[in-house]
């Protein structure tokens, strides 16, 4: 074992004032933001206020929200009469020339022998590049089957989108709809788990609950409710006489939300939809040290640190620089700047912290402020 391992918190400590090498650092972000427009929307299967199914009024609604890249629910594919058995993705996508991916959270025979399978689920469409997309279990309570049980099943849509650089992770989900929040809560922690394994998130959805409901608070360690930027009740059901928020969007905290908006008078849906602006950097870096400081706690959920004091010690260390960037003292911060990414890089090289870890959140600390050797 490395004698690295047995040295005191105070040494360890230390180790941030002390591991310092010659390099010169410019004070400066040089990779430029992209900026995106993200929305959510339940199409109620295309049917609108008037009881009417619509496809040409559906795109006309989703083309007028302007978004690069919308998460749907309550999507039909080939699924009944209520929606002229349609294949609602393909035609959705077809209208507004964009790509789509479609996750079913049934899958059932047809009506008639031969036809394609009866379809209802999630599904998103973008104006970039969907590179991956997979739909992923989580817990259900079936509304097709006589005395359901709690069961894993899919309807989790995740999609990895090429942002011009930015590779995106894009989760659509509906979460149950009954009045007893233990399927929500059983959800809601499915989905912490598969979004674990990414950590530049965005996660929209019909979640049925209210912004204080408990089942969603776990969501909220991870992930910004758009929303909070706005003093209004951001009420989108029923679209009619909105009275409650059941329809989010949430952002990594390494992302920047600039705005978020209901859209109000819309006629298409039961629903009604929110949209946001979202900045995202090209090689998936935090915007600001609140990012980073979310990822140095993402990668200590992950044990990529092999001591439990220097989880303390990074994150004591970032407070410091964000004191000293909010108080506009660039030499201090950038000194303090310089011995963090030594310091990381010494750790790592002892294996005290995981070369990924090492990697990332030292690529974080160029992009806020780039080191030039």
């Given at each position: ?41 339940n ?16 795109a ?54 031969g ?24 817990t ?56 674990s ?63 978020a ?55 004591g ?12 003292n ?6 303090h700047l ?10 790592g ?25």
């Amino acid at each position: 074992m490395k004698m690295i391992r047995w040295l005191s918190t105070a040494v360890i400590v230390s180790l941030f004032v002390i591991v310092s090498f010659p390099v010169e650092i410019v004070y400066s972000s040089s990779i430029e933001r992209i900026d995106i427009k993200v929305g959510t929307f339940n199409v109620a299967a295309g049917n609108g206020l008037d009881g009417e199914y619509n496809i040409e009024r559906l795109a006309d609604t989703i083309s007028d929200l302007d978004v690069d890249i919308i998460g749907l629910q309550e999507v039909d594919v080939h699924w009944g009469y209520r929606s002229n058995f349609d294949h609602m993705m393909e035609e959705l996508a077809s209208r507004l020339d964009m790509e789509y991916f479609f996750a079913p959270i049934y899958d059932l025979e047809p009506v008639n022998e031969g036809d394609p399978n009866r379809q209802f689920g999630v599904g998103v469409l973008s104006k970039y590049p969907i590179i991956e997309a997979e739909n992923r279990n989580i817990t259900r309570l079936s509304t097709q089957v006589p005395n359901p049980t709690p069961t894993a099943e899919p309807g989790f849509l995740q999609a990895k989108i090429n942002v011009e650089g930015a590779e995106v992770m894009f989760y659509v989900t509906h979460l149950d709809y009954r009045s007893d929040p233990t399927i929500r809560e059983m959800q809601v922690a499915d989905m912490q788990e598969i979004m674990s394994e990414g950590n530049y998130n965005i996660l929209v959805g019909d979640m049925n609950a209210r912004p204080k409901a408990t089942e969603l608070s776990p969501l909220f360690t991870d992930f910004v409710d758009v929303w909070d930027m706005n003093d209004t009740n951001g009420d989108t059901f029923p679209a009619h006489n909105p009275d409650r928020r059941i329809d989010y969007i949430m952002s990594s905290k390494r992302m920047e939300v600039n705005a978020a908006e209901v859209k109000n008078e819309v006629e298409s849906s039961d629903h009604l939809p929110v949209i946001a602006e979202i900045e995202v950097v090209p090689g998936n870096y935090s915007t600001s040290f609140v990012g980073l400081e979310w990822l140095i706690d993402y990668y200590e959920r992950q044990a990529a640190f092999h001591d439990q004091r220097i989880h303390s010690a990074l994150t004591g260390q970032i407070s410091v620089l964000k004191h000293y960037h909010k108080t506009n003292n660039v030499d201090k911060l950038l000194r303090h700047l310089e011995q963090l990414k030594n310091t990381i890089q010494y750790l790592g090289g002892e294996g005290l912290i995981e070369e990924e870890a090492v990697v990332e959140i030292n690529e974080d600390l160029d992009y806020l402020y780039s080191i030039e050797e």
